[in-house]
């Protein structure tokens, strides 16, 4: 069975300075990795996407997230927070092949603060 | 951005009634999710379609819940009757692939009083 884990379920960050979250994995095969974030009353819109390839890869609005296979990870970072950053964000993992579904981890609820 | 129409945004029953809400996917894709969400940010996968077709769907879903997807309508789900615990924001998703990017909708967010 997969899972995920996201072990900092509050974050704050001064806007301006860099972030990182965290998110681990446990999946048997080689996973498609996630990162989905949730703004207030919407549903999720996905930041980026792992498959295979580089271990870095680039999203929307200056994210980017590392997979590690030794480690087992994929941590988000971003270099310089804005306040309409302060939403939750979840990592999740899912399977190539028909019936794939997506685990997510709990998220993590990032503040910003000015 | 997504295109996942969700419908509606929010719905109250009481204990025992049935509770049926919709969702139109993304244009052109043929693969269709259903999670649920509970206040603790915990999500939980109910059913999915490929075109009208169910492939997967947990015990729960067996049981209380249906849903379907018919060609040239929108799909549902329906909590034939509601209890507590069901209140929660259900997702609907779609993608063109399995194991592709799925795109989410705003959701319905049950309360069964």
């Known amino acids: 069975a997969q899972s995920v884990t996201q072990p900092d379920a509050r974050v704050t960050v001064s806007e301006g300075a860099s972030l990182q979250l965290r998110c681990k994995y446990s999946y048997s095969a080689t996973p498609y990795l996630f990162w989905y974030v949730q703004y207030p009353r919407q549903g999720l819109q996905m930041l980026l996407k792992y498959y295979s390839g580089d271990p870095v890869v680039q999203g929307v609005n200056g994210f980017e997230a590392e997979f590690s296979k030794s480690d087992s990870s994929f941590h988000l970072r971003k270099a310089s927070v804005h306040w309409s950053d302060s939403a939750v964000y979840f990592c999740a993992v899912s399977a190539k092949g028909t019936g794939s579904k997506l685990s997510f981890g709990k998220g993590a609820k990032l503040t910003v603060s000015p | 951005n997504s295109k996942v129409i969700q419908t509606p945004r929010y719905l109250v029953k009481g204990q025992g009634q049935k509770a049926k809400m919709r969702c139109i996917p993304e244009k052109g894709h043929p693969v269709v999710f259903w999670y649920q969400q509970n206040k603790n940010n915990e999500f939980k996968f109910l059913i999915n379609?490929?075109?009208?077709?169910?492939?997967?769907q947990i015990d729960m879903t067996e049981k209380r819940f249906s849903a379907e997807c018919p060609s040239n309508s929108p799909c549902s789900l329906e909590i034939q009757s509601s209890e507590a615990g069901d209140s929660a924001l259900y997702l609907c998703?779609?993608?063109?692939?399995?194991?592709?990017?799925?795109?989410f909708g705003p959701g319905t967010r049950l309360t069964v009083l």
């Open positions: 998703a779609s993608s063109l692939d399995w194991g592709d990017e799925q795109y």
């Open positions: 379609f490929q075109n009208q077709e169910v492939l997967q």
